[in-house]
């Protein structure tokens, strides 16, 4: 049955790359919802026209964009978001791996998937894709919250069976075939799909990448996500444990985990080997900033990725190793972080990689990432002016990417004003 079309206005802007930066923003524009869908994008008041029957929601100056998209995520680490004093390894070992043993319990899982589901969307993400644990119930409880709440999501059981504490490593064969039996009941069911998920080289043995490598073969429209090069004394250690491969991506490329559909966390060590061949096999990087400068990881190469190798790369908040749960501060912090390597994005850039760049990245980039006609109707209302500060500066602003920039850099769930997913309201209050 079709529903009752809804007329959304407010303010719209264009974030398509291919676009003159001044083209593209109405101050009045409106989108057109249907049974979930976009099915016009225009200028508000000719719409309302053409359109009489159409609820009418008058945002005013709120901006309509679309929800973001978190491209790496591990919601199981929702409660030790922000732990203090250790780098990489040691934050695995003293806060990550405890608080992921508890995830055998689905009443513990189902707990934590609903308060990161809160989360997320009160900060305008509606769509991410999460590592889950080595418990297949961590998968189901992640996968029902999504279903649940009707939104679109990705994710896998995170494989592990070295180098992880009793109680937190799977095996060769249980890796293969819950990782199996886990997409079969859910990769294409409603709006969600699965992801292959060996956490990274150090805790796999090269049996357990080849097995896993083996299912994405048989599974090649899944996506396939790990981490790569986070660390120097990860790459140490990651040579040290495959003394047979040329560089750390070289430990999923002979495995058969190296391809189209492939989202490498990080990537911020890379070798001109490595970024060359990430390139040339179309793999898709995510970028996590504020885990970056969080767990003193260092300063990803924006220029190559975004800018010269042609958009292959998503934003992730990286909770709990990022410190936010917020794509506005994830996209502040991409910023900060180019700047330190001398390149200034600008905010229409922020907002491409933390929507259409993520969903690209994810492959979804045909359903979600864009207000569009024929998009899914996942659309957040970002109100420009949402504290003090904020509204003082964006007061002086000329153009929109002037209003936009100070909630970019200092806004966090207050600027949610709104969030829809397929066109239904779904803000937590
Ligand atoms: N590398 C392997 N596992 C993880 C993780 O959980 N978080 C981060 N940031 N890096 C990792
Ligand atoms: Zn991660």
Redesign the pocket.
């Known amino acids: 049955m079709t529903e009752p079309r809804e007329l959304l206005i407010g303010q719209t802007v264009a974030l398509s790359p291919d676009r003159p930066l001044s083209a593209g923003h109405d101050t009045r524009g409106g989108v057109l919802i249907c049974d979930g869908k976009i099915e016009m994008v225009g200028h508000g008041p000719e719409m309302q026209t053409r359109f009489p029957d159409a609820k009418v929601t008058d945002y005013g100056e709120g901006l309509l964009l679309p929800g973001f998209v978190d491209a790496h995520v ?1 919601y199981p ?1 929702t409660a030790i978001i922000a732990s203090w004093g250790k780098r ?1 390894i040691d934050w ?1 070992n003293t806060y ?1 791996f405890p608080e992921e043993m508890k995830f055998g319990d689905p009443e513990y899982a189902a707990k934590i998937a609903a308060r990161f589901f809160d989360l997320s969307l009160s900060h305008g993400t509606t769509t991410v894709a999460s ?1 889950c644990t080595i418990h297949p119930e961590s998968v189901d409880a992640f996968f029902a919250e999504a279903q649940r709440r009707g939104v679109a999501a990705v994710a896998g059981k995170t494989c592990m069976d070295r180098n992880a504490p009793e109680g937190l490593r799977d095996t060769v064969a249980s890796a293969y075939d819950d990782s199996r039996a886990l997409l079969e009941k859910w990769h294409g069911k409603d709006r969600l799909s699965y992801a292959i998920t060996p ?2 080289s150090p805790t796999s043995t090269r049996e357990q990448l080849e097995a896993l490598g083996a299912l994405w073969t048989d599974y090649p429209l899944c996506l396939m996500q790990t ?1 790569l090069s ?1 660390q120097p004394d990860e790459i140490v250690w990651v040579a040290e444990l495959f003394p047979e491969a040329k560089d750390y991506l070289d430990t999923y490329e002979m495995t058969g985990l190296l391809g189209h559909g492939g989202v490498y ?2 990537s911020i060590h890379l070798t001109d080997r490595e970024r060359a061949r990430l390139c040339e096999v179309d793999a898709a990087l995510a970028h ?1 900033p504020t ?1 970056n400068t969080f ?1 003193g990881s260092g300063l990803f190469d924006m220029e190559y990725f975004h800018r010269i190798q042609e958009k292959r790369v998503g934003l992730g908040t ?1 909770t709990g ?1 990022g410190s936010s749960f917020s794509m506005l501060r994830t996209m502040a912090a991409a910023y900060e972080i180019a700047q330190l390597r001398g390149l200034a994005l600008h905010p229409r850039e922020l907002l491409w990689l933390a929507t259409e760049g993520s969903a690209r990245a994810l492959r979804l980039g045909d359903r979600i990432g864009r207000v569009a006609a024929g998009m899914d109707a996942d659309i957040i209302v970002l109100d420009l002016a949402s504290t003090p500060a904020i509204a003082q500066r964006a007061a002086q602003a000329e153009t929109i990417w002037d209003a936009v920039f100070p909630t970019i850099m200092m806004g966090d769930d207050r600027a949610i004003r709104d969030v829809r997913v397929m066109g239904k309201p779904v803000k937590p209050c």
């Open positions: 591990h680490q990489l695995l990550t590592y956490r990274f981490h986070e966390g990080h996590c885990s767990i990286d190793g």
